[in-house]
């Protein structure tokens, strides 16, 4: 492991003092004038921000799990390559992440969580990322932070379109398809997306013993592969968008997608490939409609959208005869209707809006083989409202409150106060702070799982203060960009799982749980002339203690960190160009992790232990007539770190990429 870190910070130093001999490709262009543009005032005491336009291009055959997990300051959980994934943003659960997508929510009303392993980067244009309490801005009961997810057409041309073949080990391969045409008033964009992978990679069985060498007792692993693993994921979004004047802007977007995997084995099963067949099936539908109207002092914009999803999970053992025993057959279904409407305008360095909202929930859960389940409707109307000010040149204050309801339940207050205070100009150095209250009210599962379900359950509160600063300045052709920030969060009522002497699980509110951290980024280009260059590094501390009263006398929660949750976590991604040439590095750590609420060092299985990992890529492209040709190769897990993600899931080792894509 030392050499490991040797050879990467040799690397560092040595792409560095390199830098200034490299180039950038187009997409960092753009790039690098959102990033140094004037700060909108609405962002103002937030905690916003916005994954480069290159990563997105970089990243667009793969899923939203692995682009977080690599570019962002947010945990990644993920039970294996192509399985279930779920995001921790500053140390909370996986249902306090929000995720939006062009305005409606992507989270399930059955579970709150969304499975980020499921969500292609090819059909998202930008990511954005609320922090903490800056999520009241967009949504409600994001107590982690909120993610943006959004489509923009592209006006400028009147036709264009990309095809992408991808091959990479383990029996992966990819197309990627997208084709846009229209004219200054209307635009129709197409994009299709197809990904399977055998996924049987190879790896040492650390969770079960072959045999030991009787004089040195040494012990000795055996080798397996990843087998039954597999997954198929498909999809198409399909848009149109119309401006029938230069004030008005009427679009439509559909996206349906079906995703298909085998669940592999756990690391310590021993009994067979004829045991523990998991068979794991997603149909998703969604839809958005939505209108805005420009007006000389402000906008005015509705939506109504639908996000349907269909599953069903099956686990059966193969017995004598080669039939089948079924064990579990679950099918769920749920239906989100969501209706917005938001009226903002600008007065005297003012800006003032107000939104409504109504969300309807259906949905469905049943277990064949055991025959329980449930139906549920969830209605939920809210409304919010906010006013940005600035003073003079220096401040800036912004005030939201907003409040829902759940059915007939008035769910606790929002609110959120934020200001800044500019002390060069042109946003080049400000400090920032913030005070905010949140809450999240129960899931369905939560609240009417069979069995298990606890309908008495308490909504979720949460109050936070931040600080930070941020400073960028540009000297001469290379821009800096740095921020730092401290948060401190109580949530009060944590819902949390824990087992029952009856062999299931039931949820129940524990007192509370604090969150504090640190988050840092960095980031230095060169984006002018021949030589071009790009490096961001990002850091977050994350403390997320268990501070509740203690469930029963052996009971050794209190003052530990949250399983799973790392208090170190640190990214860096470096980008070169000449002429036609790039070379990208992306270095990702992850301190130690915890899966059990004691934080104790009995066994290997009580903890997971720290990993590095590395990638790297070499890029080139060149025109053959009007096309433009771009073949990529990547190198997965480059110092082939053997590392775990959660207990009895290995991973892959060193695998390979290699993406060809043309572009008219």
Same mark, same amino acid.
């Given at each position: 492991?030392?050499?490991?870190?040797?050879?990467?910070?040799?690397?560092?130093?040595?792409?560095?003092?390199?830098?200034?001999?490299?180039?950038?490709?187009?997409?960092?262009?753009?790039?690098?004038?959102?990033?140094?543009?004037?700060?909108?005032?609405?962002?103002?005491?937030?905690?916003?921000?916005?994954?480069?336009?290159?990563?997105?291009?970089?990243?667009?055959?793969?899923?939203?799990?692995?682009?977080?997990?690599?570019?962002?300051?947010?945990?990644?959980?993920?039970?294996?390559?192509?399985?279930?994934?779920?995001?921790?943003?500053?140390?909370?659960?996986?249902?306090?992440?929000?995720?939006?997508?062009?305005?409606?929510?992507?989270?399930?009303?059955?579970?709150?969580?969304?499975?980020?392993?499921?969500?292609?980067?090819?059909?998202?244009?930008?990511?954005?990322?609320?922090?903490?309490?800056?999520?009241?801005?967009?949504? =409600?009961?994001? +107590?982690? &932070?909120?993610? %943006?997810?959004?489509? #923009? @057409?592209?006006?400028?041309? /009147?036709?264009? *379109?990309?095809?992408?073949?991808?091959?990479?080990?383990?029996?992966?391969?990819?197309?990627?398809?997208?084709?846009?045409?229209?004219?200054?008033?209307?635009?129709?964009?197409?994009?299709?997306?197809?990904?399977?992978?055998?996924?049987?990679?190879?790896?040492?069985?650390?969770?079960?013993?072959?045999?030991?060498?009787?004089?040195?007792?040494?012990?000795?692993?055996?080798?397996?592969?990843?087998?039954?693993?597999?997954?198929?994921?498909?999809?198409?979004?399909?848009?149109?968008?119309?401006?029938?004047?230069?004030?008005?802007?009427? =679009?439509?977007? +559909?996206? &349906?997608?079906? %995703?298909?995997?085998? #669940? @592999?084995?756990?690391?310590? /099963?021993?009994? *067979?490939?004829?045991?523990?067949?998991?068979?794991?099936?997603?149909?998703?539908?969604?839809?958005?409609?939505?209108?805005?109207?420009?007006?000389?002092?402000?906008?005015?914009?509705?939506?109504?959208?639908?996000?349907?999803?269909?599953?069903?999970?099956?686990?059966?053992?193969?017995?004598?005869?080669?039939?089948?025993?079924?064990?579990?057959?679950?099918?769920?279904?749920?239906?989100?209707?969501?209706?917005?409407?938001?009226?903002?305008?600008?007065?005297?360095?003012?800006?003032?809006?107000?939104?409504?909202?109504?969300?309807?929930?259906?949905?469905?859960?049943?277990?064949?083989?055991?025959?329980?389940?449930?139906?549920?409707?969830?209605? /939920?109307?809210?409304?919010?409202?906010?006013?940005?000010?600035?003073?003079?040149?220096?401040?800036?204050?912004?005030?939201?409150?907003?409040?829902?309801?759940?059915?007939?339940?008035?769910?606790?207050?929002?609110?959120?106060?934020?200001?800044?205070?500019?002390?060069?100009?042109?946003?080049?150095?400000?400090?920032?702070?913030?005070?905010?209250?949140?809450?999240?009210?129960?899931?369905?599962?939560?609240?009417?799982?069979?069995?298990?379900?606890?309908?008495?359950?308490?909504?979720?509160?949460?109050?936070?203060?931040?600080?930070?600063?941020?400073?960028?300045?540009?000297?001469?052709?290379?821009?800096?960009?740095?921020?730092?920030?401290?948060?401190?969060?109580?949530?009060?009522?944590?819902?949390?799982?824990?087992?029952?002497?009856?062999?299931?699980?039931?949820?129940?509110?524990?007192?509370?749980?604090?969150?504090?951290?640190?988050?840092?980024?960095?980031?230095?280009?060169?984006?002018?002339?021949?030589?071009?260059?790009?490096?961001?590094?990002?850091?977050?501390?994350?403390?997320?203690?268990?501070?509740?009263?203690?469930?029963?006398?052996?009971?050794?929660?209190?003052?530990?960190?949250?399983?799973?949750?790392?208090?170190?976590?640190?990214?860096?991604?470096?980008?070169?160009?000449?002429?036609?040439?790039?070379?990208?590095?992306?270095?990702?750590?992850?301190?130690?992790?915890?899966?059990?609420?004691?934080?104790?060092?009995?066994?290997?299985?009580?903890?997971?232990?720290?990993?590095?990992?590395?990638?790297?890529?070499?890029?080139?492209?060149?025109?053959?007539?009007?096309?433009?040709?771009?073949?990529?190769?990547?190198?997965?897990?480059?110092?082939?770190?053997?590392?775990?993600?959660?207990?009895?899931?290995?991973?892959?080792?060193?695998?390979?990429?290699?993406?060809?894509?043309?572009?008219?």
């Amino acid at each position: 492991m030392n050499k490991h870190i040797n050879i990467i910070i040799a690397s560092l130093f040595f792409i560095t003092s390199l830098s200034y001999a490299q180039t950038l490709n187009d997409t960092l262009k753009i790039s690098a004038v959102e990033i140094y543009a004037v700060r909108p005032t609405e962002t103002s005491g937030l905690v916003k921000t916005r994954l480069d336009s290159l990563v997105l291009s970089e990243k667009a055959n793969n899923s939203l799990a692995e682009t977080l997990s690599e570019h962002s300051h947010i945990f990644i959980r993920t039970y294996g390559r192509g399985a279930m994934a779920s995001a921790s943003f500053r140390g909370t659960a996986a249902s306090h992440t929000k995720v939006m997508w062009n305005g409606i929510e992507l989270n399930s009303p059955l579970t709150g969580m969304v499975d980020f392993s499921i969500i292609p980067v090819f059909f998202i244009d930008n990511v954005e990322l609320y922090h903490g309490s800056s999520s009241i801005s967009g949504t =409600s009961g994001a +107590l982690g &932070g909120l993610i %943006s997810l959004s489509t #923009i @057409p592209d006006w400028k041309n /009147n036709f264009s *379109g990309s095809i992408q073949q991808g091959l990479g080990s383990f029996g992966s391969y990819d197309e990627y398809m997208k084709m846009e045409v229209g004219n200054k008033r209307f635009r129709s964009q197409t994009r299709l997306f197809h990904q399977h992978s055998n996924n049987d990679y190879k790896y040492i069985n650390t969770d079960i013993l072959d045999s030991v060498d009787l004089e040195t007792g040494k012990k000795y692993h055996p080798e397996m592969r990843n087998t039954e693993a597999w997954y198929n994921n498909y999809g198409l979004l399909q848009e149109f968008h119309f401006r029938p004047t230069e004030k008005d802007f009427l =679009s439509l977007s +559909l996206w &349906g997608q079906e %995703s298909s995997r085998s #669940i @592999p084995q756990l690391s310590t /099963n021993e009994a *067979g490939l004829n045991n523990s067949i998991n068979r794991d099936n997603t149909m998703i539908l969604r839809g958005v409609l939505s209108y805005k109207r420009y007006f000389s002092l402000g906008q005015f914009n509705v939506f109504s959208g639908l996000n349907y999803s269909d599953n069903s999970y099956t686990l059966h053992n193969r017995i004598q005869d080669n039939k089948m025993l079924n064990e579990i057959n679950s099918t769920t279904r749920s239906v989100s209707y969501y209706n917005h409407f938001e009226y903002s305008f600008e007065k005297d360095e003012m800006n003032i809006s107000i939104a409504a909202n109504l969300n309807i929930f259906k949905v469905h859960s049943f277990e064949e083989i055991q025959s329980f389940g449930y139906e549920k409707n969830r209605l /939920n109307p809210s409304f919010s409202a906010s006013v940005i000010k600035k003073w003079a040149k220096r401040w800036r204050s912004n005030i939201t409150i907003a409040s829902e309801m759940i059915d007939d339940d008035l769910v606790p207050l929002k609110y959120f106060t934020g200001m800044e205070y500019h002390i060069l100009p042109e946003d080049q150095l400000f400090l920032r702070t913030s005070i905010a209250g949140n809450s999240k009210y129960p899931s369905l599962n939560e609240m009417y799982f069979q069995p298990g379900g606890n309908p008495l359950l308490k909504p979720e509160k949460s109050f936070s203060q931040e600080m930070g600063i941020h400073y960028e300045v540009k000297l001469k052709d290379v821009s800096v960009e740095s921020e730092i920030g401290g948060y401190n969060s109580v949530v009060h009522d944590w819902i949390l799982w824990l087992p029952t002497f009856k062999g299931h699980w039931v949820p129940g509110n524990i007192k509370r749980v604090t969150s504090r951290g640190l988050e840092t980024n960095l980031s230095i280009s060169r984006d002018e002339g021949l030589i071009r260059y790009k490096i961001k590094a990002l850091y977050a501390l994350t403390n997320s203690i268990n501070q509740g009263e203690s469930m029963n006398p052996s009971d050794q929660s209190y003052g530990r960190q949250l399983p799973f949750i790392p208090v170190h976590s640190a990214n860096c991604f470096l980008t070169l160009m000449y002429k036609t040439w790039s070379v990208s590095y992306l270095w990702n750590y992850y301190s130690q992790r915890f899966t059990t609420t004691s934080n104790q060092y009995n066994s290997s299985r009580d903890y997971l232990y720290p990993y590095f990992m590395n990638q790297v890529g070499v890029k080139r492209h060149f025109n053959i007539n009007k096309v433009r040709t771009d073949l990529n190769l990547k190198i997965y897990n480059l110092f082939n770190e053997k590392y775990r993600s959660v207990l009895q899931r290995p991973m892959p080792g060193r695998n390979y990429s290699v993406q060809v894509k043309l572009s008219f």
